[in-house]
């Protein structure tokens, strides 16, 4: 199991506070998660024996997060933590997986997103660590410090440079929002592993247009609710058989 421990204060650019982190919590607790979201169970007073933390982690904890532990004795009591089933983040995943294993989880990586943006639920930073390989290959998020609906965001194509000077600037020259995402912007999640976009790319470039966002959230606004699969297409039934027939 993976234990998290929201800290007491979040370093730039990050600038959250622990009741937004943990109302992003209960956000997806209400949402419906397309099996795409990890399964989060909350606890409060939660006690350890002390033996099992080394001193390293010790001095980790009281360094982020002294407020939520409390050592009594022989035993070390979490105040706040929400406990997940470990799975295999999708960078270290990448970092063995032959040819095929990144054909697949790259394509589940993309269903991923897509399916939890047809749920209106936008991750907010799809960076590949974010991301985890059930052992059964599935690719699923699990961290919700920025999720938000995805009907709340505003989804932009980056302007053309209009001059020279506009085109070098180092910083944007166009406004932005705070709710505004440009999705040309999402192929810096693959920073470092050109194999992993390239395949990517192959396989859901709509991605980075932000009129298939824009699409998305109409057909959520229009009420319209999509289907979803909790199994790959290879291990589905299919509809158009006689299920007498067996699967071959």
């Known amino acids: 199991f993976v234990f998290k421990i929201i800290k007491d204060r979040f370093t730039p650019p990050k600038d959250m506070t622990r009741e937004q982190v943990k109302a992003k919590y209960r956000l997806v607790k209400r949402a419906d998660r397309a099996g795409r979201m990890a399964d989060t169970q909350e606890f409060t007073n939660l006690a350890f024996a002390r033996e099992r933390f080394s001193d390293e982690v010790m001095e980790e904890l009281h360094k982020v997060a002294p407020s939520v532990i409390e050592e009594h004795g022989k035993a070390l009591v979490i105040r706040h933590v929400y406990v997940e089933r470990r799975m295999t983040p999708l960078n270290l995943y990448l970092h063995d997986a032959t040819d095929e294993q990144v054909v697949d989880v790259m394509d589940e990586y993309g ?3 897509k399916q939890l943006a047809a749920a209106n639920i936008f991750p907010g930073d799809m960076l590949l660590k ?7 290959g599935r690719v699923v998020f699990y961290d919700y410090d ?10 932009r194509t980056i302007p053309e440079p209009r001059n ?4 070098l600037a180092s910083q944007p020259w166009y406004t932005v929002g705070p709710n505004d995402i440009f999705p040309e912007e999402f192929r ?10 390239k395949v990517f790319d192959s396989l859901h470039s709509d991605i980075y247009e932000a009129a298939f966002w824009q699409r998305l959230q109409e057909r ?5 609710i999509e289907d979803f699969f909790p199994y790959r297409r290879k291990l589905r039934f299919d509809r158009g058989r ?5 699967v071959a």
């Open 146 to 155: 920025e999720i938000v609906p995805l009907t709340d965001c505003n989804f």
């Open 130 to 136: 974010n991301f985890g390989v059930t052992r059964h």
């Open 111 to 113: 269903n991923a997103i």
């Open 242 to 246: 006689n299920v007498s027939q067996g």
């Open 164 to 167: 020279e000077a506009e085109e």
């Open 188 to 197: 810096l999640f693959f920073s470092g592993n050109q194999r992993a976009r």
């Open 220 to 224: 959520i606004r229009s009420g319209y």
